[in-house]
């Protein structure tokens, strides 16, 4: 993937080209990312099933043990930056469009999150942010 010229393909990879440029601040990607919507790679159930049709309300997100044993949750800025890194990982054929706000709700404590892990342009949420920015999300949602 990294041998490949990464050519932005929706607002989001816009803006994450951007900060990799210096043209934004760390900040305002983070700002912008926020409201942006990702694709999260899910396990597929066991069984007869139209693959990538996630039937149960739980689903498995791909998480990876980093290095220093940090939980990170795997999402991308589109399903098709996924393709080439979920087929890696035995049962994520398909996944989730979402919003970064709802993964954010979702995840537990001390996980942190990789955007477009394994491309040149992406980034690396480290857990003590996660924290920070679901906690002011939550404030923010509970003054709303």
Do not use: C
């Amino acid at each position: 993937m990294a041998e490949e010229v990464f050519e932005a393909k929706n607002e989001l990879e816009r803006q994450l080209l951007a900060a990799h440029e210096g043209s934004i601040s760390e900040d305002d990607l983070v700002d912008f990312i926020l409201g942006s919507e990702v694709f999260m790679p899910i396990q597929d159930e066991k069984g007869e099933q139209i693959q990538g049709l996630q039937r149960s309300s739980k689903a498995m997100p791909l998480a990876v043990e980093a290095d220093g044993g940090i939980v990170v949750m795997l999402v991308f800025s589109s399903p098709d930056r996924a393709k080439p890194v979920v087929k890696e990982f035995d049962g994520y054929g398909g996944g989730l469009l979402t919003e970064f706000s709802w993964v954010l709700e979702k995840i537990d404590e001390g996980f942190g999150i990789s955007i477009n892990p394994g491309w040149d342009i992406g980034f690396d949420i480290e857990p003590e942010l996660v924290a920070l920015l679901k906690t002011r999300l939550l404030t923010k949602s509970a003054t709303h």
